[in-house]
């Protein structure tokens, strides 16, 4: 199996308790000198759901689903997962590991794209991780960005499709489609990827996957949300409610919108789709259907197992559209540039 002994899924994390939302928006903002004040606005976006992002379980469900399609498809490895910004930190599950004999692993992280956040964090993440373990600490190899693979695509033309279905008769032939992915800083973007701008391309490409699989001849969006930062500071637009004020103008009557930039359904589906987009929807009169995040879905969870496929055993990549498959290892200087707080990107340790 090429050296590799284990899997590791890498996410985000978030917290699973009330009074745990504060200590992680303090993880995730560390260094960037956010006041309290600001960010307890942001904890009443998880208060509202009782102090509990999802994420944590949907990566529980997605290990639980992946070593099954691991056992099923004989892949032997050891599954693990740590987060960057909670419980399990990825130095705790690095540790765990040399622990338990693990020398090489293979780490899935939960973004299909490339940018800084996305990609380049990441794997300081992990370099930051090993280092706090020490010398026992496993190499770690990320696998490439998913964005066009057949298994990520096929998902979202699968739920897209259902929710469509869902929207009230006489609207199910005649909506708008809206992608939605989270907004960056248009430097971070224009960083993106070894010759940059890989990001909003990457994006616009797996949009014109699920529409064209989809057989919708009409002109799809794309749009953004989550921005954060000082106003003064650009970043990707329109912003989903903007585009929808736009659409609801022109005379539409109805949107779906896909989160095509997630891979779960995590705080910011659940909040910035599901109650901000919903309601201005709604205060437009514009009927609103919201498409599933892969999730434990079969054909995303058989796409890892496709991934990893590729590294253990040298299968072909698969990927759709003119991108191609992306490189196994990212280039020196992929995805960097500026971090969301505007500086140059570094490697940092989450706050305890």
């Known amino acids: 199996m090429a050296g590799y002994e284990a899997f590791l899924l890498v996410s985000f994390g978030g917290p699973e308790r009330r009074e745990d939302v504060m200590p992680f928006l303090r993880n995730v903002t560390v260094g960037r000198g956010i006041p309290d004040e600001r960010l307890e606005r942001v904890a009443e976006h998880y208060y509202m759901f009782g102090g509990v992002s999802p994420i944590n379980q949907q990566c529980r469900d997605l290990l639980a689903a992946v070593e099954k399609d691991f056992a099923a498809s004989g892949i032997g490895l050891g599954v693990y997962w740590g987060n960057r910004n909670w419980e399990p930190y990825l130095a705790d599950t690095l540790r765990q590991m040399a622990a338990d004999g693990v020398g090489r692993a293979l780490a899935f992280v939960t973004s299909a794209y490339s940018s800084f956040s996305s990609c380049r964090q990441y794997l300081g993440d992990i370099e930051a991780a090993r280092g706090m373990v020490g010398e026992s600490a496993p190499g770690v190899d990320k696998i490439r960005q998913f964005f066009n ?60 996957l699920v529409a064209g699989r989809m057989g919708f001849s009409r002109r799809w969006h794309l749009a953004y949300c989550s921005r954060s930062g000082p106003p003064s500071q650009p970043w990707l637009e329109p912003d989903v409610n903007d585009l929808l004020a736009e659409l609801a103008a022109s005379g539409s009557r109805a949107v779906v919108v896909v989160p095509i930039g997630f891979v779960s359904d995590h705080m910011e589906v659940k909040y910035d789709l599901d109650v901000e987009a919903a309601q201005t929807a709604e205060r437009l009169g514009v009927a609103f259907a919201r498409a599933a995040a892969p999730g434990t879905d079969h054909r995303f969870v058989s796409m890892i197992t496709d991934l990893v496929r590729e590294r253990i055993d040298g299968v072909p990549g698969r990927a759709l559209g003119s991108l191609g498959v992306g490189a196994d290892y990212c280039p020196a200087g992929c995805c960097g540039g500026v971090s969301a707080a505007g500086r140059p990107s570094e490697a940092r340790r989450p706050a305890r």
């Open 149 to 208: 693979h057949p298994g990520f695509v096929e998902s979202f033309v699968a739920s897209t499709a259902q929710a469509a279905a869902s929207l009230p008769d006489g609207l199910r032939d005649d909506f708008e489609l809206v992608f939605v992915a989270h907004s960056i800083p248009l430097a971070m973007a224009a960083a993106s990827g070894p010759a940059g701008g890989a990001y909003p391309a990457q994006l616009a490409s797996a949009a014109e």
